[in-house]
């Protein structure tokens, strides 16, 4: 077994102990919510590492998780299907000129030629004023029916926080295609 493989096995045995350990506690506490996603808030790194004769010390530290970011990709292709930056998403306003908003918009989105700008506008989501940005498809004049393109933008920091994006090539011919 290689040094490499030693300390991730060494950090997987520290990793699971001491979540093993939260956990634990947490239960005995009466915080079984708190309990079941600790490891969804917090995460144990590695700081430094240090020989120590025959042994390795290693030094590890709890921190928490500070925002969301989720990203999704096409199993088969690995195309970006949508991301999201819960962080960014705080704070907006109305302060960026709606056409400026639609430039940064599309320069996120990228929109092929067959996509048309079916709406753009400021309004309030969970309490969040958002720019929003969405392309619908249309296929040799034709609307294809659930393909889109959404931007989401925080005007304030003049930054996209989520992009997603559902677009096919239709399928014309009268062979089934599996998706």
Known sequence: M???E???SAFAAADKFYFDHLRSALMKMGQAGAASSAREHLRLWK???????????????????LTDYRLRLN???LETVSWYIDFLAVEGDRS????????????IAEPPQDAKLKESGYEIVGGRQIFRAVWSHEYNNL??????IEVLINAKARRAFSY???????????????R
């Open 164 to 178: 997603a994006r559902f677009w096919r090539t239709p399928n014309l011919s009268d062979k089934s295609v599996q």
């Open 75 to 77: 199993a088969f292709t």
């Open 47 to 65: 700081v430094s590492e240090e020989k120590d004769g025959p042994d390795t010390v290693v030094k590890m530290k709890l921190t928490q998780k």
């Open 2 to 4: 290689t040094d490499t």
């Open 6 to 8: 030693k300390f991730k």
């Open 143 to 148: 609307p294809v029916e659930g393909d889109f």
């Open 96 to 107: 960026m000129p709606e056409d400026e908003a639609v430039q940064l918009a599309e320069q």
